[in-house]
């Protein structure tokens, strides 16, 4: 089972007393816990799918050809759950390797943040503001998408992040390296994997996990 974690920092977190759905960080006080995979496999995917409840895992659907699902996790517990993450990875030939992150969260969660390398909780001005820079579907729902800029973060300038609104939450998409954003200019479909039963048992799962702390 994956140990309680800070979704906005690598610091340690400790229970808010007994019951409580919250934890506490030395950096950013009372937190909903993030629950990350150790590995990324059948199992493990199942019990997280167990523990976000009716929140939605978001995932590109149907996977394709050598790509797989190499990252997943969730931030709070059945109704408590505020994001889901997911990553998939393959390759491309224009690119070589290829990591993109879908992470679905509430406004002020910070955990998709954390994931693009942004020093924001939520996304900027950029979002909404002229047109999209991507559009994916969401089952059968457009989403737009527009760029959200990481140059005043600390890092290398090595992904693309795009943000959107659906459902009422935010939908991140980060995308490494920076230049594999044209794939999504095929208008991936994501789907919510969490209530499409045995087909789930179909997904590859492969590691390892790539690195986003």
Known sequence: MPSAACPRCPAPVARLGDGSSLWSCPEHGPVPPLWRAEEASYDGFAEHLRRAA????????????????????????????????????????????????????????????????????????????????VRVRLERLPVSLWTVSTSASPGEWDRSVLVGEAQGRWLWMVVRPASAVLLLRDEWILRDVSGVGPAVLELPFSGPAPGWT
């Open 54 to 133: 009716l929140f939605p895992t978001l995932l590109p659907w149907p996977m394709s050809p050598g790509w797989g699902v190499t990252d997943f996790a969730a931030v709070g517990e059945g109704e408590d759950t505020v994001a889901t993450m997911t990553c998939v990875s393959g390759t491309s030939s224009l690119d070589g390797p290829v990591d993109v992150h879908v992470v679905a969260e509430e406004p002020g969660t910070g955990f998709a943040a954390r994931v693009a390398g942004s020093d924001r909780t939520d996304p900027g001005p950029e979002v909404g503001h002229g047109p999209a820079d």
